[in-house]
């Protein structure tokens, strides 16, 4: 609800604002309630991560925000051909090069951080990589390695350092392909991608492997929607996935595969 995300909002600037007081040194810490009228673009916020320069960036239903510590800078959609294809922002995630990828309402996107543009295109980046169709889902783990799938051309996996790509094209059959089909997110495990397709069908691929290591038809086959539904997981520390949607949450232990939830 947007009463829970304001909270989670104030927390979150308070304890960077704490963190920022302490690295210069203050003797005491401020805490601010920050909003609307100090420059946040939104009280509706989708998503908030922190990058590796420290700048906290919120993507909120009204454009995408950057926190300093001390003010908000703010990016909307334009008509400019290098500005945020729409303002709806719900997803943040930052690859090796210090980019942001940002979800919108019209797909995602790339943020230059140097140069502030935004490559909502992504055709020269994806075809210089050899990566065909668009962006459908998108993951950058915690070593800034990048998992992608796109439409009608498979799942994608690119190291950090940008010298192993490996691509698991839709098919049946073989431990390189996979199952054709829609996916709706995707998260990792170490070397390994959990994808989650609009059926509730998983797919667990393994970059050290280099194959696709299990099928889990579980939800079709238990708890079948009564439309193709946008899946959403998140892989807890003790490698429990938690699968949401509408209507339905279950948890399924990545080490026993035993199945909770309804």
């Given amino acids: ?62 454009g995408l925000d950057r926190f300093d510590g001390f003010r908000f800078t703010n990016y909307y959609h334009t008509h400019a051909p290098d500005a945020l294809p729409d303002n709806n922002v719900s997803d943040i995630q930052e690859d090796a090069e ?17 140069t502030e543009h935004v490559d909502s295109q992504l055709t020269d980046w994806l075809a210089e990589r050899g990566i065909s169709g668009a962006v459908e889902c998108l993951c950058i783990d915690s070593q800034m390695n990048m998992w992608l799938t796109t439409y009608d051309g498979g799942c994608y996996y690119r190291s950090a350092d940008g010298t192993t790509q490996l691509h698991f094209p839709e098919g049946e059959g073989t431990p390189q392909t996979m199952p054709q089909g829609d996916v709706t997110d995707i998260a990792t495990d170490g070397s390994t ?20 290591v299990r099928t889990d038809r579980y939800i079709p086959e238990h708890a079948p929607a009564q439309h193709r539904e946008a899946y959403s997981i998140f892989i807890d520390a003790y490698h429990q996935y938690w699968i949401g949607a509408n209507n339905l949450t279950m948890v399924c232990d990545g080490v026993s595969r035993q199945w909770h939830g309804s």
């Fill in 1 to 62: 609800t947007i009463m829970k995300q304001s909270l989670r909002l104030y927390i979150l600037l308070s304890l960077f604002v704490c963190l920022f007081a302490g690295r210069v040194g203050a003797q005491s810490v401020v805490f601010r309630h920050l909003g609307v009228r100090d420059g946040l673009s939104s009280s509706q916020v989708n998503s908030v991560f922190r990058d590796s320069r420290g700048f906290l960036w919120l993507g909120t239903v009204s």
């Fill in 98 to 114: 210090g980019n942001l990828w940002l979800h919108t309402s019209r797909g995602w996107c790339r943020f230059d951080t140097r």
């Fill in 193 to 212: 991608a959990v994808l989650i397709y609009n059926d509730g069908t998983i797919v667990e691929i393994d970059a050290q492997k280099r194959r696709i």
